[in-house]
């Protein structure tokens, strides 16, 4: 998974790529799962790291579930906290989709 991701220019910050905002979101949430499977595997099998850091410039991406995106990118006034996979079951997040804590704007 590694070889693919970065054969295909995952690790590189598709910050300067002419593709819409949201590809580039879903190419670092996409990154940043490999680097943390990558991490993972090394641990649990007792093995070395497959992917340098020095290696990869992609930013960390933006805590806010899939569907939520678009608004975001847009600019929207959207509440604040953790996104659905990362809550826990019992918070009011599961009934909207949505985070919800304090409100956030978008500055990208």
Same mark, same amino acid.
């Given at each position: ?8 220019? &995952? ?5 300067? /790529? /002419?593709?819409?905002a ?8 996409? #990154? #940043? *799962? ?9 641990? =649990?099998?007792?093995?070395? &790291? ?10 960390i ?11 975001? /990118? =847009?600019?929207? &006034?959207?509440?604040? *906290? ?6 826990d ?8 989709? &949505?985070?919800?804590?304090? =409100? ?5």
């Amino acid at each position: 998974a590694v070889r693919a991701a970065q054969d295909i220019g &995952l690790h590189h910050s598709p910050r300067y /790529f /002419f593709i819409s905002a949201i590809e580039k979101e879903t190419r670092r949430k996409i #990154w #940043w *799962g490999v680097y943390t499977l990558d991490c993972l595997l090394a641990l =649990a099998l007792d093995r070395p &790291l497959a992917i340098k850091d020095a290696d990869c410039d992609v930013g960390i991406p933006v805590e806010l579930d899939n569907e939520l995106l678009t608004l975001y /990118f =847009a600019g929207a &006034l959207l509440p604040r *906290g953790r996104s659905r996979l990362c809550g826990d079951s019992s918070s009011s997040s599961r009934s909207t989709g &949505l985070p919800d804590e304090s =409100a956030v704007r978008s500055t990208h």
